[in-house]
């Protein structure tokens, strides 16, 4: 989950299958759900395969707020190259 970069984000399934695992989908959803360190495991980053959101120990709220300021910087720093 380290490596998802900044403004992007993988689903549940997809961390499951690289790590070998294509069924581990409950567990990686776990292992989010017991991140202590949110901010230097950005866990916001993994959704739904279907694009929702999932789950998030911040809340909701805050993980939505958290993927669209990313999406803006992100597409603020492209703009300025």
Same mark, same amino acid.
């Given at each position: 989950m380290k490596k998802i970069p900044f403004g992007k984000?993988?689903?549940y399934a997809?961390?499951?299958? !690289?790590?070998?695992?294509?069924?581990?989908v409950r567990a990686v959803g776990s292992a *989010?759900?017991?991140?202590?360190i949110v901010l230097l495991v950005p *866990?916001?980053?993994?959704i739904?395969?279907?694009?929702g959101l999932g789950g998030y120990s911040g809340?909701? !709220?805050?993980?939505?707020?958290?993927?669209?300021?990313?999406r803006r910087k992100g597409r603020?720093? !492209?703009q300025s190259i």
């Open positions: 984000t993988l689903s997809d961390i499951a299958k !690289r790590i070998s695992k294509p069924k581990a *989010c759900g017991k991140n202590p *866990c916001h980053r993994v739904g395969s279907s694009g809340g909701l !709220r805050i993980k939505k707020w958290l993927l669209e300021h990313e603020a720093l !492209r």
